[in-house]
């Protein structure tokens, strides 16, 4: 950033005071331009014993499987953009259940929040995101295929969980790999 998205003078990036970190500062105006995580929303639909998975048409990870999802909107709640993100990549109709994972991804700045959802009807096809959208049994998921580890945690607890007969709410952090 080089100059201020509120007066249009020149930047510095340095640590405000009372802050611990350094940030986009406005000596002109006085503002202090944070840049926050960015939240992805999405859901884990089933039918029966199934889950739905979408090939990815788009970068990143071109031609892989993943769950439903993408950024949030301003001015939408988290279930709103998860099934929004679930009609554009799926053609899917969702009923949400819960809630059923987050996961912190700080390498990428990122926040990741999966409700797990059953789909109301088979009517669902690739949208403009998706070369493919197919429902799995556990023994055929592509877990070689699958896009991002995110994914890949929330559908081993998801078939975990349904193996109990209970499903919780699965919070972890992605780390990088090295």
Not at 67 to 88: H, I, K, V
Not at 92 to 112: G, K, T
Not at 137 to 147: G, L, N, S
């Amino acid at each position: 950033m080089k100059f201020c998205s509120h007066c249009g003078h020149s930047v510095v990036f340095e640590i405000p005071e009372g802050d611990d970190r350094p940030r986009h500062l406005c000596h002109d105006c006085g503002a202090i331009h944070y840049v926050n995580p960015r939240v992805i929303v999405g859901v884990l639909p089933y039918l029966g014993e199934q889950v739905l998975l979408c090939k990815r048409a788009i970068e990143p990870r071109h031609g892989l499987w993943t769950l439903p999802a993408g950024f949030m909107e301003n001015g939408e709640t988290s279930e709103q953009g998860a099934l929004r993100e679930s009609w554009e990549e799926a053609r899917a109709s969702i009923r949400v259940d819960e809630l059923f994972s987050v996961y912190d991804i700080p390498h990428i700045n990122q926040v990741y929040l999966l409700y797990r959802g059953e789909l109301t009807d088979t009517n669902f096809g690739p949208g403009p995101e998706s070369l493919e959208v197919e429902l799995f049994d556990e023994k055929d998921i592509p877990w070689r295929e699958m896009a991002f580890p995110v994914m890949t945690q929330t559908l081993k607890h998801y078939f975990s969980d349904r193996e109990k007969g209970s499903y919780g709410l699965h919070r972890g952090i992605i780390e990088r790999k090295l």
